[in-house]
């Protein structure tokens, strides 16, 4: 009875922090905001859930997968959201207005210029023996 | 031996209380996370800011980012060419020289500590 409102509580609790993940989404201002919403909130989410789980079939073996499950979630979903993050800061996609500081683009800014310094001397070398 | 011994304990008591410090902030950060959904109006004044790594090895690194990204606020956005520097996606920074300091200084000591 007790596990029962137990494991009730974990899937409802895991619904809701899922849909918290959906809903945040929808209403954050900008894409790194909403990344954080997409990892944190629905990766814990999921654990709740998975946790529930665990309860309801009481079994060892399923423990054990449920805790590998949850394993490779936790190490994986920052590495896809360090991916996307990273793809979309360097695709320009705007951050907020209201964002306080950006450290980050000064750095891009003066390697883009490198780069582009670097291709302006290899045009400017006509005798190049490679064309 | 009996150093080696201890030193393993340690090791494990060091991992154990990490692990307890790792799912305290998962689970603060997703309750942060969700506050910041559900308040009508938005608190957030988000920001990037960059943090300094001392040699750090690849396992490090690997824990590193990955706690960053999984706790309360931040993310971890872009490394720089020469591993030196962590670029990282804040949801709150009234402080960023705070924010550096405590990352600095709390979660890279942690990692380094262990792994």
Known sequence: MITDILIAFLLLGGSAFALVAALGIVRLPDFYMRMHAATKASAFGLVLIFAGAALYFGDLLVLLEILLIVFFVYVTAPIAAHLIGRAAYHMNVPLWEETQVDELRPRIEESEAEIESGNASAAAAPDDPAD | ?115
């Not at chain 2, 824990?63 to 606020?73: E, F, H, Q, S, Y």
Request: charged letters at 20%; glycine letters at 2%.
């Open chain 2, 1 to 115: 031996m009996s150093t080696q011994r201890s030193s393993v304990f340690l090791r494990l008591w060091r991992g154990l209380l990490f692990s307890l410090f790792y799912v305290k902030e998962v689970v603060a950060s997703s309750f942060l996370v969700a506050y910041d959904i559900l308040t009508p109006r938005l608190y957030s004044r988000p920001g990037i800011i960059a943090v300094s790594l001392c040699s750090l090895t690849d396992r490090q690194l690997l824990v590193l980012t990955n706690l960053v990204t999984m706790t309360p606020g931040t993310l971890s956005l872009d490394l720089s060419a020469d591993r030196s520097m962590l670029y990282i996606h804040h949801m709150h920074v009234p402080d960023p020289e705070a924010l550096r300091r405590q990352i600095e200084e709390d979660y890279v000591r942690r990692v380094r500590e262990i792994f």
